[in-house]
């Protein structure tokens, strides 16, 4: 996906749309195909149709809406509760414009309707982040708008690395606007040390590699059977990893001792070697007489994440129905079904 690296996971991540602005089509085409090959675009010849087209996107952010929720608790503003219900978060597989929502937006500083500096201030979005582009006369400008935070980078035009530098500018102000844009959703959760992995650099380090290696495209915090993540690669192809503290799976190790399960199971416990497939909150009813006599069809192969304090398992698209409530994967939009389309206008998009 990319190198960026942020001190936290983010809870839920897809890829989302730059926004290439400029008055010469033969630059714009240009521009576009220095853009990594899977990425997603629009282009726009008219300053003010970009304006008007970003401004009205994200106004309603349906994902908050759906999984945030909070409650006074007294008459002063400090007395608020907040709730994230994280079984929601995953849903925003079934929304098919998640990828036309605008998170960057790459802009001209010289365009006949207004510059690129009056452009960059008359985004009413707070959260889409903005490159400049420059030629050899605007530097000075683009580093005063930038020191103003005008504008959150700016690149020239003439760079011989223009297109290196502006992928990873682009992916690196994709996350920022995830760690910025949810932050209602992501506070709470690390507040309350719900899925503290998130936070754990060991974990990170590792997701990251778990990341490149199934070539996952997308992803999204689940908390069941318990915490993990729930991804998606470019083809909507599912995966799962279910993630386990040491000492949650110490007390699991122990429960199955006290109810006489199999000698293999608690060994293979004991090594880290396996996690349940089932809600280990709850394991007093789930770890019965059926399961302990066909422990195999219960427990997923695991392993330690290097450098921390937990276990994960990875499992594929064919265990993934069986753990996730309400899963319809038949209805999942995946991101190699999603064009660019420059041309047509896109429906209106809800978050």
């Known amino acids: 996906m990319t190198d960026v690296k942020f001190p936290i996971c ?15 089509p033969d630059f714009l085409d240009a521009v576009s195909l220095l853009l990594r090959s899977n990425s997603s675009y629009r282009l726009f010849q008219s300053a003010k149709q970009a304006l008007t087209h970003i401004n009205g996107c994200n106004q309603h952010v349906e994902i908050i809406r759906r999984c945030y929720s909070s409650y006074k608790t007294g008459p002063f503003d400090s007395d608020t509760l907040s709730h994230v219900d994280i079984h929601q ?17 790459v802009v001209d ?3 006949p309707e207004m510059n690129g500096l009056d452009f ?26 930038f020191n103003e935070g005008v504008i959150d980078q700016y690149i020239s035009k003439k760079d011989q690395n223009l297109a290196t530098k502006l992928n990873r500018s682009i992916a690196s102000l994709q996350h920022h606007y995830f760690n910025r844009t949810f932050k209602l959703i992501t506070d709470p959760v690390i507040a309350n040390k719900q899925s503290s992995f998130v936070s754990d650099p060991g974990f990170i380090n590792h997701f990251r590699e778990v990341i490149s290696r199934l070539d996952v495209a997308e992803y999204y915090l689940v908390d069941e059977p318990y915490s993990g993540f ?6 909507g192809s599912a995966s799962l990893m279910l993630v386990l503290e040491e000492a949650r799976l110490s007390q699991h190790l122990q429960h199955c001792r006290n109810v006489g399960a199999p000698d293999e199971l608690l060994d293979r416990l004991a090594a880290g070697e396996l996690l349940p497939l089932f809600n280990v909150a ?8 059926e399961m302990r006599a066909q422990w195999q069809k219960y427990y997923a192969p695991a392993s330690r994440v290097a450098d921390s304090s937990y276990f994960h398992a990875v499992l594929g698209a064919d265990r993934v129905p069986c753990l996730l409530r309400t899963y319809r994967p038949e209805d999942i939009a995946a991101y190699r079904d999603h064009g660019n389309d420059p041309l047509s206008p896109p429906p209106k998009f809800l978050h």
């Open 10 to 24: 983010h809870l839920f991540y897809y890829p989302t749309q730059t926004i290439l602005v400029d008055d010469d």
């Open 89 to 105: 978060i995953y849903k925003e597989v079934y929304n098919p414009l998640r990828f036309s929502t605008p998170t960057v937006v």
């Open 109 to 111: 500083y010289s365009m």
């Open 120 to 145: 960059c201030s008359a985004l009413s979005n707070p959260y889409v982040k903005k490159i400049l582009l420059t030629g050899q006369a605007d530097t000075d400008v683009a580093v005063q708008a």
């Open 230 to 235: 729930f991804m998606l690669d470019e083809n």
């Open 282 to 289: 709850s394991e007093d009813d789930a770890m019965n007489t």
